[in-house]
């Protein structure tokens, strides 16, 4: 049985973790079942934005005429469009896996491995032990129990960031951001979208504007049944026939569609791993224990990433890889994680970004908050665009004045949170630091730096 210094479980956030180990001195192995570099490069952030960019730039050539700009014609070539992200992703990955499999430190162990006794490993038959062991083994769809789903076939996010051809007619089970992210590609690329979501808004985890706002948005372009909940499935041939019902008034109905698209949510893959042998914790969903330091219940086992359930967004995977990287080469002084200030961004049309609190959160815990709220269209580069929706919206403590959470829906969202997030993160978080800041006219981060100069009263 071979032993290392240091396993590393999955080849994503965990990778960076391995190879800086290696290079640090420790003899370190690296196991990966599916392709090298994660969900993020092959299944994940990476991809679905490529995809998403080409939707992006369809939407722009749709609404040219707006700005007296008259497209007379575009054709949509799909395949080249699935293609060419595609290869720019198997090619990455192959890359980093030839590079492991040239090295001799880390150790790439290329298949699935399970724990079969303490700190000790089995992959493709060989067993591997490790004195230190990082599990950031990542999450996978989850899929769920409705009567006929299995037989009739469905696809997940894996398989539709690699569809060679557009359905013709979309439906999606779930609401959440990988819902509205492959509606916003698939839709704006010619196909008919039916969204099938249980809760009475898309996106029910941003704050109550931001959901409200897209879910109405939304339901005026694609086919929209909030508050409805999956009976049966079945297909007919090469269609898919979901039986529906209202949760409140029981109505029922068969949505019908050439494809099936399940983005309900995601689960850890700590039921893969045949944890108990080496007796780490994991809670009731499966996300595995860890303290603030990253550690498991069992000494010199870490984990980070979707796997321990905190935030499931690559960059905080990321943060988690450099504070378990100091961790483990530096038992003695040990460093808390720092989660300050992690924002998240949806890349739908419109786009959303969020940090921190939700209006509903501080409500639920009696926060004396105030509002800042401001929209696009009142500034001059957001009647420039035409952005007609979008807002910023800030929550701020009444008595500091420090933010408590900001949450915009439009152009470029993704972009804008970032002034916000050096406020919360690097600053002394209150509105101050975005107030004192000049900001450029008529640039669209204006919108910003009033949304913070226009604080009122909440409606409780």
């Known amino acids: 049985m071979r032993e290392f210094d240091l396993i590393v479980i999955g080849s994503g956030s965990g990778l960076e973790v391995a190879v800086a180990a290696s290079q640090s001195g420790m003899n370190v192995a690296i196991i990966e079942k599916g392709p090298l570099g994660g969900t993020c490069l092959n299944r994940g952030c990476i991809p679905s934005k490529m995809l998403i960019h080409s939707a992006d730039v369809v939407e722009v050539l749709r609404n040219a005429h707006e700005f007296g700009i008259n497209i007379k014609g575009f054709e949509i070539d799909f395949s080249r469009i699935v293609r060419r992200v595609r290869e720019m992703v198997d090619t990455e990955s192959l890359e980093i896996e030839r590079n492991l499999k040239r090295s001799t430190n880390p150790v790439l162990f290329k298949g699935e491995g399970r724990f079969v006794d303490l700190k000790t490993l089995e992959v493709n038959g060989e067993r591997i032990r490790g004195e230190k062991i990082l599990i950031a083994a990542g999450s996978r769809p989850e899929v769920p129990n409705v009567p006929g789903l299995k037989e009739s076939g469905y696809l997940t996010s894996n398989e539709a960031l690699r569809l060679e051809n557009p359905p013709r007619v979309l439906t999606i089970l779930g609401g959440g951001y990988i819902a509205a992210e492959l509606a916003h590609f698939f839709g704006s690329l010619g196909s008919q979208i039916n969204i099938i979501q249980r809760r009475n808004v898309l996106l029910p985890n941003e704050d109550e504007s931001i959901s409200s706002t897209f879910t109405h948005i939304f339901s005026k372009r694609y086919n929209v049944f909030t508050g409805y909940i999956p009976l049966v499935v079945s297909k007919d041939g090469n269609n898919y026939n979901v039986k529906v019902e209202n949760l ?41 224990i860890v303290d603030e330091f990253l550690r498991t219940n069992v000494d010199g086992i870490f984990a980070l990433g979707d796997i321990i359930g905190r935030y499931p967004f690559k960059h905080a995977a990321n943060l988690e890889a450099e504070y378990a990287y100091h961790n483990i080469m530096n038992p003695d002084s040990m460093i808390p994680v720092d989660y300050t200030a992690i924002p998240h961004a949806i890349f739908t049309s419109p786009q959303i970004a969020g940090v921190g609190k939700t209006e509903q959160q501080l409500k639920a815990e009696n926060v004396d908050y105030l509002v800042g709220f401001y929209r696009y269209a009142d500034t001059g580069m957001g009647k420039a665009i035409g952005e007609d929706e979008g807002f910023v919206k800030f929550l701020v403590e009444r008595r500091t004045g420090k933010i408590l959470g900001c949450h915009i829906l439009g152009h470029d969202a993704s972009v804008l949170i970032h002034e916000v997030l050096v406020a919360m993160r690097c600053g002394d978080g209150t509105l101050e630091n975005i107030r004192r800041a000049v900001h450029i006219h008529p640039a669209l981060s204006e919108v910003i730096d009033r949304a913070a100069a226009s604080l009122y009263e909440p409606n409780q």
């Open 248 to 288: 409140e008034t029981k109505d029922q109905r068969v949505i019908s569609s050439d494809q099936l698209l399940v983005a309900t949510g995601r689960r850890p893959n700590s039921d893969l791993l045949d944890l108990e042998r080496t007796g780490v914790k994991t809670d009731t969903k499966g996300f595995i």
